[in-house]
Each structure stands twice: as C-alpha cells, then as structure tokens.
C-alpha cells in the first residue's frame, strides 16, 4: 500500500524566507502528484500537478520537482508571504481515480 | 472561488436526523468525489463516481448513502450517524482519463453529529 510522507508536519519563517516542503513515498508506479493548500476549515486548493513523465512544475513563486526512483517531491516557495501560511499536502495519484494523500506540512510565514 | 460548490457548509445534526450534503460542478467532468477529513489529518477517499456510477467504495459504512443523479451533481445521503462522523466532508471533480487528471475541491461541508 503507498504511504506518503511529509516532513516537518509544521514550519515557521520568516517572511522573505524561501523554503523547500518536502514529500517521500514509498511505490514509484505513479501518474502523477499534485501538491494541494488547505487553508483551516477550508477545502483543498490545487497548486501544481507534475506528470509521471515529469520532472518539475513551476508557477509564479511555487517550483515542485519530482524524483520517481528516490520516491520524493518536493515544493519550493520563493519570498515567503503571511498570505503563504496554509496546510500544504502532497498527494499522489496511482490510477483507478484515487489519491493518496500526505501527513501535510502546516506552514507559518511571521510578518 | 471554488468551481465545485458545496452545500451547505455547516450542518448540525442528531444521530436519529436524515439530511443529505450536495456538490455540484459545471466544469464538464465526468468523475466525482466524496472525501472525509477528520482534524488535521489528511483526507480520506469515500465514494468515486465515474460517468455517474461508482466505480469506487471504500468500504464506507450504509449509513452514508452517494447518489449522483446527473453530471453536475453529487449527493451524499446521511442517516444514523454516530458522533464519531463529525468531519469535513469534501467533494472534488476531474476529468475521466488513464494519466489521472487534477481534482478541483469544493470548500467542504463541516458535519457535526450530536
């Protein structure tokens, strides 16, 4: 069964700060992974998708990668923002419509 | 704004109440979701509709009930619920497709069972 990890479960910068979230799975056979922000009582909130074939994504201030033979992602934010501070999961899509999802970063950007 | 709506978004009800949770989409897509999220921790698959069949049951127990009567719209029917249920109950869409399209969430209905 795929796992998913993600490490710290919370950080707190500075703003400014760029910082790097990180996710580990353990099954390679994956189409894609999709890193999410969930702000709190919120629904989630798509940020990048990478294929299976992929090896980064990038959109304004975000760059996720994506390493399928080490079974690891990771989300980059450049000049952190108060507006940043969110729940950020990872989640990975193996087919048959289903996403397993990660433990969540929960991230505080200090004004 | 969120293109999956969710309704309503807060819901408080007896363990003996019947009420349902709606979600509706007009992006096209052909797959929908029922996910839940106990607090802080990641969701949980419940129900996936594709082409409005499941095609997906996580082994959810009957007292949740899905029906999808057209393309647009989900339900999820809730009946003899125990408190044990309260949760974020989150609907998502996407494209019907091998390479595993996005899913676009709604904002969630916030269940509490008493």
């Known amino acids: 069964k795929q796992e998913v990890t993600q490490i710290p479960a919370a950080l707190s910068v500075p703003e400014g700060e760029n910082l790097v979230l990180n996710c580990s799975f353990t099954d390679s056979a994956i189409y894609n992974l999709q890193w999410f922000r969930q702000d709190p009582g919120k629904g989630l909130t798509s940020l990048l998708l990478i294929q299976s074939s992929q090896r980064e994504q990038t959109s304004g201030r975000l760059n996720a990668s994506l390493d399928k033979s080490s079974g690891r992602s990771t989300l980059y934010i450049a000049a952190s923002q108060p507006g940043d501070s969110a729940t950020y999961l990872c989640?990975?899509?193996?087919?048959?419509?289903?996403?397993?999802f990660g433990t969540g970063t929960r991230l505080t950007v200090i004004p | 704004d969120t293109e999956v709506t969710q309704t309503p978004k807060h819901l408080v009800m007896g363990m003996t109440n019947k009420k349902s949770l709606k979600c509706e989409q007009h992006?096209?897509?052909?797959?929908m979701y029922w996910y839940k999220q106990k607090a802080k921790k990641p969701p949980e698959l419940m129900f996936v509709y594709s082409y409005e069949k499941l095609s997906i049951n996580e082994s959810v127990p009957s007292r949740f009930s899905p029906e999808c009567p057209n393309s647009s719209l989900l339900n999820l029917h809730l009946h003899a619920l125990q408190p044990e249920d309260s949760a974020l109950y989150l609907c998502a869409s996407s494209q019907v497709g091998p390479q595993g399209p996005p899913l676009h969430f709604g904002n969630g209905t916030r269940l509490t069972v008493t």
């Open positions: 989640a990975l899509g193996t087919g048959a419509n289903n996403l397993f």
């Open positions: 992006m096209g897509h052909r797959a």
